[in-house]
């Protein structure tokens, strides 16, 4: 069974530094997108960075988090992180780690519904 298990979440004051990790086990094959989203109350999911491969690692960042964020992947350690320099009040959300089994390229990178594995969560609170 699939499992995304994130941490590294917490609360910090504006202009911070947080850094999210998210470890995957239980897929024997392999995951050919993985991301991050988030959540904000009353919000849509959203998503904020996304890696995937194709004859190198791809990334991909949403706007509102480039130059800000970082993600990165560890495949020996099958971890996912995704570190978060100069956060902001509208950063505060829930970040979930996702990952897409299928290899055929998503219409949209950051849409949820592309994304069949999903962690449980990790609540960040940036403070103004």
């Known amino acids: 069974q699939v499992q995304l298990v994130e941490s590294g979440g917490g609360s910090v004051q504006a202009g911070g530094s947080l850094r999210l990790s998210c470890a995957t086990s239980?897929?024997?094959?392999?995951?050919?997108?993985i991301g991050w989203f988030r959540q904000a109350p009353g919000k849509e999911r959203e998503g904020v960075a996304a890696?995937?491969?194709?004859?190198?690692?791809?990334?991909s960042y949403a706007k509102s988090v480039e130059g800000r964020f970082t993600i990165s992947q560890d495949k020996l350690k099958n971890t996912l992180d995704l570190q978060m320099n100069s956060l902001r009040p509208e950063d505060t959300a829930v970040y979930y780690c996702?990952?897409?089994?299928?290899?055929?390229?998503?219409?949209?990178?950051?849409?949820?519904?592309?994304?069949?594995?999903w962690g449980q969560g990790t609540q960040v609170t940036v403070s103004s």
């Open positions: 996702a990952a897409r089994q299928s290899p055929s390229v998503p219409s949209n990178f950051f849409d949820p519904s592309a994304y069949n594995y």
């Open positions: 239980g897929h024997k094959t392999y995951m050919h997108y």
């Open positions: 890696i995937w491969w194709n004859g190198g690692s791809m990334i």
